[in-house]
């Protein structure tokens, strides 16, 4: 079972930036693909991102596409999101996960556990 620590989330005027990580322990990290969801209150969780282990394949949601970019650290449990002109509509609690596959990645079922979170909140 894979352990997931999210941090990063905070209050940002629109247009603004935030950097989320995310920290994985708890099992092999090979042939898995690093994945963002977000949830807003009311909403189901939502594909954002992904990356491949390898860190040579990205995959964006239509929605942040040209705003978000997903990138693997220089530690191999490491992942980030670098959030820019951002929007109210982009307001939730964002998490991460690896999955095991690219074909189901943007299935949240796909994923036995999650994290808490981090809040990510866009003020107008």
């Known amino acids: 079972q894979v352990q997931l620590v999210e941090s990063g989330g905070g209050l940002v005027q629109a247009g603004g930036s935030l950097r989320l990580s995310c920290a994985a322990s708890g099992r092999a990290f090979s042939s898995y693909v690093w994945v963002w969801f977000r949830q807003a209150p009311g909403k189901g969780r939502e594909f954002v991102a992904a990356?491949?282990?390898?860190?040579?394949?990205?995959d964006y949601a239509d929605s942040v596409k040209g705003r978000f970019t997903i990138s693997r650290g220089n530690a191999t449990n490491t992942v980030y999101l670098q959030m820019n002109k951002l929007k109210p509509e982009d307001a939730a609690v964002y998490y991460c996960?690896?999955?095991?596959?690219?074909?189901?990645?943007?299935?949240?079922?796909?994923?036995?556990?999650w994290g808490q979170g981090t809040q990510v909140t866009v003020s107008s």
């Open positions: 996960n690896v999955g095991p596959r690219t074909s189901t990645m943007r299935i949240p079922r796909t994923y036995g556990s």
């Open positions: 990356i491949s282990w390898s860190g040579d394949g990205t």
